[in-house]
C-alpha cells in the first residue's frame, strides 16, 4: 500500500499520516507547488499516467488544490471503485482514513 498526495505543499503536517504507510513505503508526492487550477485539463495526463501506477489497496492525501483533488478522485474511483482517503481533520488537527465505496 502506497500514499500518494495529491498537491504536496511544503507546509503540509503529514507526520500524522505517517502511520498509515507500511514499513517500507514513503508518501508519493506527484504535484509540487503552484498549480493553475484554472486550467485543470493540462494535469489530466499525468492524472492518469500515475493511477496507471497505483493498487487498489492505496491510499490518495487529500491536499492542495480542490480541483486536482477531484480529478483524482473520480479517476481512481473509476479504475477501482472505491476510494481510500487521507484527509484533514481541523478540529483533530490530524489526517483520518475515510473510504468510499
Not at 502506497?2 to 507526520?15: A, E, S
Request: some cysteine; hydrophobic content about 40%.
Amino acid at each position: 500500500m502506497n500514499v500518494w498526495i495529491t498537491h504536496y505543499i511544503d507546509r503540509f503536517p503529514l507526520k500524522t499520516a505517517v502511520k498509515f504507510l507500511e514499513p517500507d513505503n514513503t508518501f508519493k508526492k506527484i504535484f509540487k507547488g503552484n498549480i493553475n487550477s484554472s486550467q485543470p485539463q493540462k494535469y489530466l495526463p499525468k492524472i492518469k499516467e500515475t493511477v496507471d501506477l497505483m493498487e487498489k489497496e492505496d491510499f490518495l492525501l487529500i491536499a492542495g488544490s480542490s480541483v486536482l483533488s477531484l480529478m483524482w478522485c473520480s479517476i481512481f474511483y473509476k479504475r477501482f471503485g472505491h476510494l481510500n482517503l487521507l484527509i484533514w481533520d481541523a478540529v483533530e488537527q490530524k489526517y483520518v482514513k475515510r473510504s468510499v465505496s
